[in-house]
């Protein structure tokens, strides 16, 4: 869902380059971000600025994803892109996607190498008999 009162950012809003930019972006739940962003806007009077073309989530470590919707630094990533360049969003990205990676992981989803899972069940029965 579009805030009122944005405007899509396009690149051409960064092409003057001696035009210091500041993009503030709210952090937190939905319902917060969104109790955030209409709190500085409105105090501010700063404008919104939306993603024109979001691509689907990478973040799978949330169970319920709103469809169309991106985690904040997927949103932060998206804009440096537009104002920056696509390489630094890449580079964010790909620090991301490690994150997300280790993080399932960690909590043994994935397997970073064949034949993982049945190592660490065996290193955990070993563990268990030198216990005893």
């Known amino acids: 869902r579009r805030p009122p009162r944005s405007t899509p950012l396009y690149s051409s809003a ?15 739940t939905w319902s917060q971000a969104r109790r ?16 024109e073309s979001v691509p ?37 990205m790909n620090f991301f996607g490690a994150l997300v990676v280790r993080t399932l992981w960690s909590r043994e989803t994935v397997e970073l190498f064949p034949g993982e899972r049945k190592a660490r069940e065996r290193l955990r ?4 008999a030198s216990l005893v």
Do not use: F
């Not at 380059?17 to 952090?27: A, E, G, I, S, W």
């Open 56 to 92: 689907q989530s990478q973040y799978l470590l949330r169970r319920n994803r709103r469809s169309g919707g991106v985690c904040t630094i997927e949103a932060v990533a998206l804009a440096l892109a537009v104002l920056e360049s696509p390489m630094v969003a890449q580079s964010l």
């Open 125 to 128: 029965i070993d563990q268990g």
């Open 14 to 28: 960064a092409s003057d380059v001696y035009k210091r930019q500041t993009l503030l972006v709210p952090d937190g």
């Open 36 to 51: 955030i962003s209409q709190r500085i806007t409105t105090e501010l009077q700063l404008p919104y600025v939306t993603l």
